[in-house]
């Protein structure tokens, strides 16, 4: 997971292991999440744990 790197315009899916690597994931575009109140700080703190939670663990590293 690529997370605030704008990967359509730097140089990282440039040339041979650019394309390699951009064969391996989708990009999903999304707007930036509101920080503001503490409902939506909450919201935020949500959408960490259920990533944390869908992510494999891998021990730490």
């Known amino acids: 997971m690529l997370a605030g790197v704008d990967v359509e315009t730097s140089t990282l899916l440039a040339g041979v292991r650019g394309e390699q690597l951009a ?17 939506e700080q909450e919201a935020w703190k949500q959408l960490v744990r259920n990533l944390e939670t869908a992510l494999p663990d891998r021990g730490g590293r």
């Open 23 to 39: 064969a391996r994931f989708k990009l999903v575009r999304a707007t930036p999440l509101p920080y503001g109140t503490a409902a």
